[in-house]
């Protein structure tokens, strides 16, 4: 079981920029891809970025591509998510997750650990 931790989120003002953290601990050994969920009031959960571990190849929301970067830092065991031009549709809780699986990309299905969620809101 892997534990997650996420930090970061917060206000910020249309095309202003936030950097999430998720710190993992536990049996991070078997993760084969982290990535990063978003849900807003009213809607399902949905993917935004991934990346895996072995090469880390990313993969975006066609919604976040060219604004968001996520990455990772082994030694730390801890993912982020870079979003710069943030947008009010943007505003959600973000949940970091982890996953065993090594093929497929963002879907939900194969995630099975996840973190608390940090909220980002952003004001027009």
């Known amino acids: 079981q892997v534990q997650l931790v996420e930090s970061g989120g917060g206000l910020v003002q249309a095309g202003g920029s936030l950097r999430l953290s998720c710190a993992a601990s536990?049996?991070?050994?078997?993760?084969?891809?982290m990535g990063w969920f978003r849900q807003a009031p009213g809607k399902e959960r949905e993917f935004v970025a991934v990346?895996?571990?072995?090469?880390?190849?990313?993969y975006y929301a066609d919604s976040v591509k060219g604004r968001f970067t996520i990455s990772r830092d082994n030694a730390k065991n801890t993912i982020y998510l870079q979003m710069n031009s943030l947008k009010p549709e943007d505003t959600a809780v973000y949940y970091c997750?982890?996953?065993?699986?090594?093929?497929?990309?963002?879907?939900?299905?194969?995630?099975?650990?996840w973190g608390q969620g940090t909220q980002v809101t952003v004001s027009s």
């Open positions: 536990g049996s991070t050994f078997a993760t084969a891809k």
């Open positions: 990346i895996r571990r072995r090469d880390e190849n990313t």
């Open positions: 997750a982890a996953s065993t699986l090594v093929s497929g990309y963002g879907n939900i299905e194969d995630f099975g650990s």
